[in-house]
């Protein structure tokens, strides 16, 4: 527990408000650019108990959906943004897109030891996780439109409408991120440490490489309507694959078969200062205006502030000698 609540302060007090307040009114101003690098962390699960958020299955589990869901969809990633790559023409975007690809190769791997540890205790998300990978592998990846007299365009068209996919999930991955580091009611409750910085790291690094997904969907199109109908379709398919991972948890709980209940979500915010129901349910609105851009919201003073601090992250720092 040594220093997981400093950062978290550290960021918010140098917002000059409370840390809910930096993250998302989007009133932060984030005057340095950030060379976006990888962290190579590693985590221990050997004492992580089932419920890792004590007494709260249900908090636990919602949190837990992330490693199940998170993983296949970063590898997407950065298999889409490799096949960019080669199109774009501007040598700052090149460089925060090596760095994405550099944090979310990490982030993907990062969640195989929680998956690893769910199993050996009794808990296998293969049967979930399977689903995901369908969806990202096969549904979603990528296609050589093979006989078709336009697939060159195609191809070219494939990719857009994917980046627009991936800048919208992005909306979402900054927002629990910022989400994530201001909920000091977590630390209170007594939450595993190290769990709560495997999430703030990943949501820190989230935070930081916000903008780039949004920015390279502008560069390579931009289209107002396309970014629209994109978020349209990535905000109630999110929604739905988070309520079906959080159901599949509760019911193979090796501990005991359990449901959602509305009362357990509407804790959420007043126990634990995350969002509530009806902030994570409009989260997606702030996308649709047309002149929304990821900076808006979130601090990366923040998210630097607390990587400095993280024990992971500084640990891995130590280790490759930065
Ligand atoms: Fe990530
Ligand atoms: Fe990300």
New binding site residues.
């Given amino acids: 527990m040594t220093d997981m609540r400093e950062p978290m302060q550290a960021g918010s007090t140098g917002a000059g408000s409370t840390g809910a307040e930096a993250g998302s009114t989007g009133a932060v101003a984030d005057p340095d650019r950030v060379a976006l690098r990888p962290r190579d962390v590693r985590f221990d699960w050997t004492g992580l108990p089932m419920h890792w958020v004590p007494g709260d299955p249900f908090t636990t589990h919602l949190l837990n959906v992330l490693h199940l869901l ?1 993983p296949e969809g ?1 590898r997407w ?1 950065v298999e889409v943004f490799t096949e960019a790559l080669p199109m774009v023409r501007d040598d700052r975007l090149v460089e925060d897109i090596r760095g994405f690809i550099g ?2 190769a990490v ?2 791997e990062s969640h195989q030891g929680v998956l690893d540890h769910l199993t050996g205790h009794g808990l296998d998300p293969e049967p979930y996780v399977g689903q995901v990978r369908w969806l990202f592998r096969r549904a979603l990846g990528e296609r050589d439109f093979v006989g078709h007299h336009d697939a060159q365009r195609r191809r070219a068209e494939w990719l857009v409408e994917r980046v627009a996919g991936v800048a919208a999930i992005e909306h979402f ?1 900054a927002f629990l991120g910022d989400a994530i580091l201001n909920s000091s009611g977590l630390d209170r409750s007594g939450a595993d440490p190290t769990m709560l910085d495997m999430l703030r790291w ?1 949501g820190a ?2 935070v930081e490489h916000r903008a780039v997904a949004f920015d390279l969907y502008q560069h390579l199109d931009g289209r107002y309507l396309r970014r629209v109908r994109q978020m349209l379709v990535v905000a109630p398919a999110m929604g739905a694959l988070w309520v079906q991972g959080l159901r599949f948890l509760m019911a193979n709980d090796p501990t005991g078969r359990r449901r959602p209940r509305l009362r357990d979500a509407l804790r959420l915010h007043r126990v634990y200062g995350l969002p509530s129901l009806w902030q994570l349910c409009w989260s997606f609105a702030p996308y649709l205006r047309p002149g929304y851009h990821p900076e808006q919201h979130g601090s990366t003073s923040q998210a630097v502030t607390y990587l400095a601090t993280s024990a992971a992250a500084r640990e891995a720092d130590e280790r490759t000698g930065r």
Avoid: G, K, Y
Wanted: hydrophobic share 25%.
């Fill in positions: 998170l970063e990633f944090q979310e982030h993907a991955t990943h690094e989230e």
